[in-house]
């Protein structure tokens, strides 16, 4: 099993920036791709970002590409999530993922993230 813990979510306006960070433990050499996601009230969640645990090559959403920067360290077995130029459209709970290349198999309890205009 891989354990997944969030944080760093919160409260900030239009413009802002936060990081968020997802720390895992456990069986983390299983981990082939970590990835955020995001749920807003009333909607499907939704892919933001995933990034390969070895390559390191990440890919985004359209909705946060050239916004968002996901990036890794391996040592800390952490992944990061920088948001930058937040919109009221980017509130959502956001959720760290772990899996393999097919699925994510490993999900954390997600950290609130509230822009407002």
């Known amino acids: 099993q891989v354990q997944l813990v969030e944080s760093g979510g919160g409260l900030v306006q239009a413009g802002g920036s936060l990081r968020l960070s997802c720390a895992a433990s456990g069986r983390t050499f299983t981990m082939y791709r970590m990835g955020w996601f995001r749920q807003a009230p009333g909607k499907e969640r939704e892919f933001v970002a995933r990034?390969?645990?070895?390559?390191?090559?990440?890919d985004y959403a359209d909705s946060v590409k050239g916004r968002f920067t996901i990036s890794r360290d391996s040592a800390k077995n952490t992944v990061y999530l920088q948001m930058n130029n937040l919109r009221p459209e980017d509130t959502a709970v956001y959720y760290c993922?772990?899996?393999?290349?097919?699925?994510?198999?490993?999900w954390g309890q997600g950290t609130q993230v509230t822009v407002s205009s």
């Open positions: 990034i390969s645990w070895r390559g390191g090559i990440a």
């Open positions: 993922a772990a899996g393999s290349a097919r699925a994510y198999d490993h």
